[in-house]
C-alpha cells in the first residue's frame, strides 16, 4: 500500500504524489481511494486502493531508468501498421502497460507518422496523452521542467 507523499503513476493518467487516501461510499459500498495530485494539469485522480495493483499503479521509475528510456528513444524502432484500427489498438495497449520504454515508442511513432502525414484527431490526442504520461514520470524522478523534457523527445525522434 502507498502512503501520502508516495510518487506513483497510473499508466493511463501519468505520474503524480499521493496527496490524500480517502474513504468514499460508491453505490453503498464503502471503498478507500488515493487522491493522486498530477503536476501536469493541476490534476486530480482517485484510485481505488484495493484495485490499484490490476489497473497497473506502481512506483515511479528511478532518475537512470528515465535517462535510459530518453537516451534510448533515437534507437527504438517503430513499427507501426497501416491499418488505422490495428495501429490505434497496439498504441492503446502499449500505454495501457505502464512501461515507460512502450510509451516512448508509441511518442516516437506518432511523431514521426505525424511529419509523413497528419495525424488524426484520435491519435493527435493519443500522443498528447502518451507525451503527458511520459512526461510526467521523467519530470518527478529527475526534478526537471515539463518543457526541457517535452524538448528532448522531440530533439530524439527528430
Same mark, same amino acid.
Given at each position: 500500500? %502507498? $502512503? /501520502?507523499?508516495?510518487?506513483?503513476?497510473?499508466?493511463?493518467?501519468?505520474?503524480? +504524489?499521493?496527496?490524500?487516501?480517502?474513504?468514499?461510499?460508491?453505490?453503498?459500498?464503502?471503498? $478507500? *481511494? *488515493?487522491?493522486? @495530485?498530477?503536476?501536469?494539469?493541476?490534476?486530480?485522480?482517485?484510485?481505488? +486502493?484495493?484495485?490499484?495493483?490490476?489497473?497497473?499503479?506502481?512506483? /515511479?521509475?528511478?532518475?537512470?531508468?528515465?535517462?535510459?528510456?530518453?537516451?534510448? /528513444?533515437?534507437?527504438?524502432?517503430?513499427?507501426?501498421?497501416?491499418?488505422?484500427?490495428?495501429?490505434?489498438?497496439?498504441?492503446?495497449?502499449?500505454?495501457?502497460?505502464?512501461?515507460?520504454?512502450?510509451?516512448?515508442?508509441?511518442?516516437?511513432?506518432?511523431?514521426?507518422?505525424? $511529419?509523413?502525414?497528419?495525424?488524426?484527431?484520435?491519435?493527435? @490526442?493519443?500522443?498528447?496523452?502518451? @507525451?503527458?504520461?511520459? /512526461?510526467?514520470?521523467?519530470?518527478?524522478? $529527475?526534478?526537471?521542467?515539463?518543457?526541457?523534457?517535452?524538448?528532448?523527445? %522531440?530533439?530524439?525522434?527528430?
Amino acid at each position: 500500500m %502507498f $502512503q /501520502i507523499g508516495d510518487q506513483i503513476v497510473h499508466p493511463m493518467h501519468g505520474a503524480g +504524489v499521493v496527496d490524500d487516501i480517502v474513504e468514499r461510499t460508491v453505490d453503498g459500498t464503502v471503498r $478507500q *481511494y *488515493y487522491s493522486l @495530485k498530477l503536476p501536469v494539469g493541476n490534476m486530480k485522480v482517485m484510485i481505488p +486502493v484495493d484495485t490499484s495493483e490490476q489497473i497497473g499503479v506502481r512506483p /515511479i521509475a528511478t532518475a537512470e531508468r528515465a535517462e535510459e528510456v530518453l537516451t534510448a /528513444i533515437p534507437f527504438l524502432s517503430v513499427d507501426m501498421d497501416g491499418n488505422w484500427n490495428r495501429r490505434y489498438r497496439e498504441n492503446m495497449e502499449k500505454i495501457k502497460s505502464g512501461n515507460m520504454m512502450q510509451v516512448a515508442s508509441v511518442i516516437k511513432g506518432l511523431l514521426l507518422r505525424d $511529419q509523413v502525414k497528419a495525424l488524426s484527431t484520435g491519435e493527435r @490526442k493519443m500522443l498528447h496523452s502518451a @507525451k503527458q504520461i511520459l /512526461i510526467s514520470e521523467v519530470v518527478l524522478c $529527475q526534478h526537471v521542467s515539463f518543457e526541457s523534457v517535452e524538448e528532448r523527445i %522531440f530533439r530524439a525522434v527528430s
